[in-house]
């Protein structure tokens, strides 16, 4: 079953997240909204997914880049746009660190604004530390190391502060 993602206008985009409490990461519930939105994330097809973006207000966000999406771009544009294939990783009540001034610039896509791209300037170093995960969700996806996935981990992070400003 796939989720419905809401659009650029919702309210719910606007809405800070709250944190899942540890009863409500070992739900069934929680455990079962993640398998839907790694699937939903999959089909749509995009690199990330936070719950905001599927109508939950809460601190849940998936991530995966995977090898399949840039298999046919340059070695040279990957090392450019600074992109590599990232397994699929589950974050829970997320909080982000940036380490130094440096950033970058480059276009991103937003599964809630569908059809759009925009440049974006992101900080390249980022440490991360979120809730720890049950063995349930460890199966679907590890969660997210300091080192690995910084733009991908800032920016589906950041998706759940509110991001849509006013034209």
Known sequence: MKLEIVQAGDPILRKRS???TKEEILSPSIQGLISLMRDTMREAPGVGLAAPQIGQSIQLAVIEDRA?????????ELAKRQRLAIPFHVI???KL??????SAVFFEGCLSVE????IVDRALDVRGAA????????QLGEPFPGEV????RCEQTLRLRP?????
């Open 18 to 20: 709250r944190p899942l």
């Open 68 to 76: 399949r999406y840039i298999k046919d771009v340059s070695e040279e």
């Open 92 to 94: 829970i009540n997320p």
């Open 97 to 102: 660190t940036v380490v130094g001034n440096s």
């Open 115 to 118: 059809g759009y791209q925009a």
């Open 131 to 138: 809730e720890p995960v049950t063995e349930r969700v460890r």
């Open 149 to 152: 996935g910084g733009r991908r």
């Open 163 to 167: 991001q849509l400003r006013d034209p």
